[in-house]
T-cell receptor, first 112, second 110 residues
Framework: DAGITQSPRHKVTETGTPVTLRCHQTENHRYMYWYRQDPGHGLRLIHYSYGVKDTDKGEVSDGYSVSRSKTEDFLLTLESATSSQTSVYFC???????????FGQGTRLTVV | RKEVEQDPGPFNVPEGATVAFNCTYSNSASQSFFWYRQDCRKEPKLLMSVYSSGNEDGRFTAQLNRASQYISLLIRDSKLSDSATYLCVVNLGSNYKLTFGKGTLLTVNP
C-alpha cells in the first residue's frame, strides 16, 4: 500500500471552531489532493497541490484553505466549521496527474 | 452535460452473472481513464486503468470509446466479493484534476 496517512481519522467539533486535517505521505509524490465525499455527490475536489507551496482550488473550495510547506504534508483547514462541512474527507496522492491516485483511509468529520 | 456521469444503480445481480457499467465524460481532450472500487466506509482503490485498445484483467474488462466519449467496465462471473461501489475516474485534461463519477453500487447476491 502507498504510504499515505490521514489524521485524525475521526473528529467531532462544534460549529464555528477551526479544524485542521493532516495528510502525510512517504512516497515523495508531487501531487496531493483533498476530496470530500457525501451521499448523492460522490467525491468532490476541494483543493489540490502540484508542489511545495503550489496549491489551487477545486470545485468546492469555499470555507476551506490548504497549505503545503513540505512535500510530505498537505493540510486542510476549516477556518470556522459549519454543519454543511460534516463529511468524509479523503486525501490522495500521485506522481503524475495522468496516473493512478492513492487514497488515505479518510477522516470522518462531524460538525455539531 | 455533467463532466463525468455514471448510472448510479443500484445493480443487484446473482452470483455468476455478467454485469456492465458505463460512464460518459464531457471533455474530448481527456487523457486518462480509470475504474476504482470503493468498499463501504473505505477509501477508493484502483481497479484498473482503461487504455485505448481496451484491457482485461481476469474477469474484468475495460473499454474506451473516444468517439462517443464513454468508458465501460464488464464484470464476468460475478462473485459475492465484487459487491462494492464502482467509480469512473477521468483526467479531464484541465490541469492535474482527476474527476470522479458518483459511483455505481453493485450488490452480488448468493
Amino acid at each position: 500500500d502507498a504510504g499515505i496517512t490521514q489524521s485524525p481519522r475521526h473528529k467531532v467539533t462544534e460549529t464555528g471552531t477551526p479544524v485542521t486535517l493532516r495528510c502525510h505521505q512517504t512516497e515523495n509524490h508531487r501531487y496531493m489532493y483533498w476530496y470530500r465525499q457525501d451521499p448523492g455527490h460522490g467525491l468532490r475536489l476541494i483543493h489540490y497541490s502540484y508542489g511545495v507551496k503550489d496549491t489551487d482550488k477545486g470545485e468546492v473550495s469555499d470555507g476551506y484553505s490548504v497549505s503545503r510547506s513540505k512535500t510530505e504534508d498537505f493540510l486542510l483547514t476549516l477556518e470556522s466549521a459549519t454543519s454543511s462541512q460534516t463529511s468524509v474527507y479523503f486525501c490522495a496522492i500521485n506522481g503524475d496527474p495522468n496516473t493512478e491516485a492513492f487514497f488515505g483511509q479518510g477522516t470522518r468529520l462531524t460538525v455539531v | 452535460r455533467k463532466e463525468v456521469e455514471q448510472d448510479p444503480g443500484p445493480f443487484n445481480v446473482p452470483e455468476g452473472a455478467t454485469v456492465a457499467f458505463n460512464c460518459t465524460y464531457s471533455n474530448s481532450a481527456s487523457q486518462s481513464f480509470f475504474w476504482y472500487r470503493q468498499d463501504c466506509r473505505k477509501e477508493p482503490k484502483l481497479l484498473m486503468s482503461v487504455y485505448s485498445s481496451g484491457n482485461e484483467d481476469g474477469r474484468f474488462t475495460a473499454q474506451l470509446n473516444r468517439a462517443s466519449q464513454y468508458i465501460s467496465l464488464l464484470i464476468r462471473d460475478s462473485k459475492l466479493s465484487d459487491s462494492a461501489t464502482y467509480l469512473c475516474v477521468v483526467n479531464l485534461g484541465s490541469n492535474y484534476k482527476l474527476t470522479f463519477g458518483k459511483g455505481t453500487l453493485l450488490t452480488v447476491n448468493p
